[in-house]
């Protein structure tokens, strides 16, 4: 599958089958027109090219400008039909890596009109989720090389969180980290492992103990370096850039198990692994009288960038809530991936 590295060209394709007829002939007879210069053709089919971009880039450029001022001149309205989870931030969650601790995630968007957040137990990780801070509201989603990522339009919301200074912490690698990170707050070091694509684990552990990783032949191996136990968080990162190096979807994808529509929780991810794969990773969820669920995703992407939240696409008001009823039904559809109840799993 070829996939651009800010849309996914289907959906381009979707929008360009939704223009009208009279619009379209024109270009269908100009398009069936013989070419009497090879030059006139390669002139045509850029103008053809820039015409699309150009659509595409005004396409979300007034989607994003409208969604905004709608969102500030219905906030009085949303309130008195949607509630916001004024959830608090227990004091025992931790997150080692620099951060403002600022908004929380699940408080930036209002729950779906009927629906609560569900319980969760204060030390877990689907409370620490819930609770990750997120950046002050219009903070643009930027790659690695600090360069703002080209459709801002998809931007519901950006963690603070670092993203690194090259291009490694993507997709996996971001569900990778979070749940490492919340491993290592709570001190439990021995949970934290991963499979390389070829199947070798890579334990945290270990390489606190001073053993590093080597590669040759494309098998890995642990080897000791004398006098270089590094216990330091700065330690803990670089085991966690090794990791994004040799891991990726294809083996977290092998190394998680299945998960059901009905226990769906904070943490589980709904992952399509492959070369290129795609995770998202369920940040919340909420419940309704009916016992039925909404979720919030979060995600990276590529090139590596911010964490943020999944916008759903084509939606207006609550936007960025995704009911598990749809996904039993019919799957679930964002800018980037379409997923479905079999993409769900959990670790």
């Avoid at 070829?2 to 007879?29: A, D, G, M, V």
């Avoid at 090879?38 to 850029?46: A, E, Q, T």
């Avoid at 209002?110 to 137990?121: Q, Y």
């Amino acid at each position: 599958m070829f996939l651009t590295q800010q849309f996914n060209l289907e959906k381009i394709l979707f929008l360009l089958s939704k223009t009208p007829i009279c619009l379209s002939f024109p270009f269908k007879r100009v398009i069936n027109a013989d070419f009497k210069h090879k030059k006139d053709m390669v002139r045509f089919k850029f103008f053809l090219g820039f015409l699309l971009v150009s659509s595409v880039v005004i396409h979300f450029s007034c989607t994003s400008y409208y969604s905004e001022k709608e969102s500030q001149s219905s906030v009085k309205i949303t309130a008195k039909n949607n509630s916001y989870p004024n959830y608090k931030r227990a004091n025992n969650i931790q997150y080692p890596w620099k951060t403002s601790y600022e908004e929380l995630l699940v408080n930036r968007h209002p729950l779906p009109k009927g629906f609560a957040l569900t319980k969760v137990e204060e030390d877990s990780f689907e409370n620490w989720l819930r609770c990750l801070p997120l950046k002050p509201k219009g903070t643009p989603i930027k790659l690695f090389n600090g360069e703002n990522k080209m459709i801002q339009a998809l931007n519901a919301g950006v963690l603070d969180i670092d993203v690194g200074k090259t291009d490694l912490q993507q997709c996996a690698d971001a569900v990778m980290r979070l749940k490492a990170e919340y491993l290592y707050s709570k001190k439990k070091f021995t949970n934290i492992h991963f499979n390389y694509t070829s199947g070798f684990k890579a334990e945290y552990s270990k390489w606190r103990e001073g053993y590093k990783i080597g590669v040759k032949d494309n098998k890995a191996y642990y080897y000791k370096k004398s006098k270089s136990t590094d216990k330091t968080y700065e330690g803990f990162r670089k085991y966690l850039w090794n990791v994004y190096n040799y891991a990726g979807t294809y083996s977290l994808n092998k190394e998680l198990k299945k998960q059901s529509t009905k226990s769906i929780k904070e943490g589980d991810v709904l992952i399509i692994g492959g070369f290129p794969g795609h995770v998202v990773m369920v940040a919340a969820v909420a419940e309704n009288a009916s016992k039925e669920k909404a979720v919030l995703l979060i995600q990276s992407y590529m090139p590596a960038q911010n964490i943020h939240i999944v916008k759903k696409q084509l939606t207006r008001g609550e936007r960025v809530w995704f009911k598990v009823s749809d996904l039993e039904k019919k799957g679930w559809k964002t800018w980037e991936f379409d997923y479905t109840k079999e993409h769900l799993k959990t670790w």
